[in-house]
């Protein structure tokens, strides 16, 4: 099989691999909307990432993928954990003084931004038109969706805590990007969600976690640990090998085109044309990045 076809294939796997890993992450605030009364978001998030990074570590161990591998704590697997911990925190600590809607797009509207400016010193990956397009329409999209809801309260610590979020996840995927040139996919997300875990610890033991004791809560817990951590990262970490770093992160907005997907069809919301037009953007968007073209192009002279 020529070079250019194989690589194009590669690039279609992987951003095939991170929109599938958007989606599950999409349902994280419907499964949040079955969880009994008295479920914190902090306490959830901590719940996420224990029960994640623990399916995550066996999972690794069970298929053999520490075998041979050394020098795990490395700069990158301590800044993927670091990331991944501090993103939960701030993420829940801006949506809940910014408002669900303001704070879930700053979060995740800034990453793809952050991951562009971080991917070119790190990786020398160097964000093309087609990129810059493909994220304004996501973005533009995604805002759409907030001004839909009606929910736009400007808290400047709120906001700046949401923008936290998205540079913690922007870092977090550029150093996860550093850490698969040298490790197993399975393996890398295992250590830093399990070192993530431990560092959310303290937030854990702090918490009320009676909701987990109801079986609607135990279901919750299991979903956002197994489907939207443990196999969600799975498929992102495959995915983000293929592609640059900006690319996978702008792919990561399909998670809120999902989540507004499932308010309308299993939470029963209603939506306008306003958000209607706000979730074909995101479409377009990322059909604009994903159309079997070079997304990037690397600086002359770096080698392949």
Known sequence: MPVNKRARQNKQSGQWLVMAAAVFWGTTGTAQAFAPDGAQPSSVGAVRLIVGGFTLLLFAALRGAFRGQKQWLSRATITAA??????????????????????????????????????????????????????????????????????????????????????????????????LEKQPPEAAMAIVFSLGAVLLLPVLVTSDLTWIAKPRGLGVALHLGLVTTAIAYILFSRGLKLIPVATAVTLSLAEPLTAALLGLVVLGEQHTPLALGGIGLILSGLFTLSVNQVIFHKPSGMPN
């Open 82 to 179: 670091v990331c991944i911990a501090l993103y939960q925190l701030c993420f829940f600590a801006g949506v809940a003084r910014t408002g669900v809607a303001a704070g879930t797009i700053v979060a995740i509207g800034s990453a793809p931004i952050f991951a562009g400016l971080i991917g070119l010193p790190v990786h020398g990956e160097r964000p093309g038109w087609r990129w810059g397009i493909a994220t304004t329409l996501a973005v533009l999209g995604c805002a759409f969706l907030i001004a839909d809801s009606g929910e736009l309260r400007v808290n400047l610590s709120g906001i700046l805590l949401a923008l936290g979020a998205g540079l913690a996840y922007a870092t977090y995927a550029v150093a996860s990007k550093r850490l």
